[in-house]
């Protein structure tokens, strides 16, 4: 079984980097995927909405149970995803919901507050004001979400096999980086 979870603050390459982890590796990468399923198997779309909307543009207040449920359902998928195997999981708590299973390795991309800002007014073509707002609403929400539903800190370094600054690194060389890890784990694990 050979899993990968990546979690990711706004504007530190996770996007790119998760795509070439699972582009060298010949893996499935499954990212937003994972809210529809689990709002189509919870039967409550509204919390997909509310899930997508990280930046609570939308100000969407799903009731508890609608929650619950999709919460649960998530896990569940997280679930069979790990047991399907070749897989990278992007986000959804993944780091959490898989934490101590057996042939998973879990990495944090960070980079400083001021790179992402500047990465994601580039690459929205925005003001640096507007990033900053989007960057530090974005970081705030990912620690209500794993703090809220899952009861741990999303910075907590017990959660990760592997943390990666970007700052300085390319999307190349973080990505080896990831791989040379998942080759040697795995070699080990079949030992």
Same mark, same amino acid.
């Given at each position: 079984m050979a899993?990968?979870?990546?979690? @990711?603050?706004?504007?530190?390459?996770?996007?790119?980097?998760? &795509?070439?982890? $699972?582009r060298r590796?010949?893996? @499935?990468?499954?990212?937003? &995927?994972v809210?529809? #399923?689990?709002?189509?198997? $919870?039967?409550?779309?509204?919390?997909?909405?509310?899930?997508? !909307?990280?930046? !609570?543009?939308?100000?969407?207040?799903?009731?508890?149970?609608? @929650?619950?449920?999709y919460h649960d359902a998530v896990r569940e998928i997280m679930r069979e995803l790990a047991v399907e195997g070749n897989v990278v999981i992007v986000g959804r708590a993944g780091q959490a919901i898989l934490h101590g299973m057996e042939g998973v390795l879990h990495i944090r991309l960070y980079a400083?507050?001021?790179?992402?800002? #500047?990465?994601?007014?580039k690459r929205q073509n925005i003001t640096? &004001?507007?990033?900053?707002?989007?960057?530090?609403?974005? !970081?705030?929400?990912?620690m209500r979400y794993l703090k809220r539903y899952?009861?741990?800190?999303w910075d907590d370094p017990e959660l990760y096999d592997l943390m990666i600054n970007t700052k300085n690194l390319t999307v190349e060389m973080a990505s080896a980086a990831i791989c040379e890890l998942a080759a040697r784990r795995e070699t080990l694990h079949n030992q």
């Open positions: 899993v990968i979870t990546i979690s @990711r603050q706004m504007g530190c390459l996770g996007r790119e980097i998760s &795509e070439e982890v $699972a590796l010949n893996y @499935r990468r499954v990212w937003r &995927e809210i529809n #399923e689990a709002a189509i198997r $919870a039967g409550v779309p509204e919390v997909a909405l509310a899930t997508i !909307d990280e930046l !609570d543009l939308l100000g969407l207040r799903p009731p508890v149970s609608a @929650r619950k449920a400083p507050f001021s790179v992402r800002v #500047e990465r994601v007014a640096l &004001e507007t990033a900053r707002a989007q960057v530090q609403a974005s !970081d705030q929400a990912r899952y009861q741990v800190r």
